[in-house]
Each structure stands twice: as C-alpha cells, then as structure tokens.
C-alpha cells in the first residue's frame, strides 16, 4: 500500500535548523508532485512548500519563503524539508503527501497520500 513515513522532527530553539524526511513508498514517486503541511496547535492545514516530480520547480508559503528548502531525491524515494532560521510559530505537525501543484500553489486532494506527521517544536 501506498505509505508515506516523517521522521527528523523534534525540539529546537528559534533561531535553529532541523531537517525533515519523508520516504516513500507503494506508488511511482517519481510520477508525483510532492509537498509539505503543518498543523499548529489548536489551528488548521497549512501548506508550506510544494516541489514538482522532477524537482525542478519549487513553490512555497508566504511564511516559509526564504527560510525553508523543499528538495527531493526520487532515486532514493525521500522527499525533504531543510527548515532554517525557525520561529515558535513554526511549531506545529508537519506532514508530507501527494500534490498536484496549479497556479503557482499545490492541491494535496488529489491524490490523497498523507504520512502520520512529525512534530516540529521550536522553543527556548
């Protein structure tokens, strides 16, 4: 079956850098967009980077922009997510699921594919 599996969250000071993994596997990678999603605590689904099937275009959240570097490496099944310069409003779930990405902003309903989420806490 279709799985996807978070890992490299944890706790960080603001200021601080974690690194987020997402290995794939059950369907051809390869063929989808891939992106990321938070859940804050107490708030709703935000999208936060969005990253082709090649890995040649990249788009990303408002709040993210600049800090935050979606990448993938399709020959290793994995989808990642270098977070820099984080914020306590960063805290929050993070997952990574199939996009489909339209107009510059990714669509994660497509498909359907979720992993269970990591939890990224940024406090000192």
């Known amino acids: 079956e279709v799985q996807l599996v978070e890992s490299g969250g944890g706790l960080v000071q603001p200021g601080g850098s974690l690194r987020l993994s997402c290995v794939a596997s059950?369907?051809?990678?390869?063929?989808?967009?891939m992106g990321w999603v938070r859940q804050a605590p107490g708030e709703g689904f935000e999208w936060i980077s969005a990253?082709?099937?090649?890995?040649?275009?990249?788009v990303y959240a408002g709040s993210v922009k600049g800090r935050f570097t979606i990448s993938r490496d399709n020959a290793k099944n994995t989808l990642y997510l270098q977070m820099n310069s984080l914020k306590p409003e960063d805290t929050a779930v993070y997952y990574c699921?199939?996009?489909?990405?339209?107009?510059?902003?990714?669509?994660?309903?497509?498909?359907?594919?979720w992993g269970q989420g990591t939890q990224v806490t940024v406090s000192s």
């Open positions: 990253i082709n099937s090649d890995g040649s275009s990249t």
């Open positions: 059950g369907f051809t990678f390869g063929s989808y967009d």
């Open positions: 699921a199939t996009a489909t990405i339209r107009n510059g902003a990714p669509d994660f309903g497509e498909y359907d594919h």
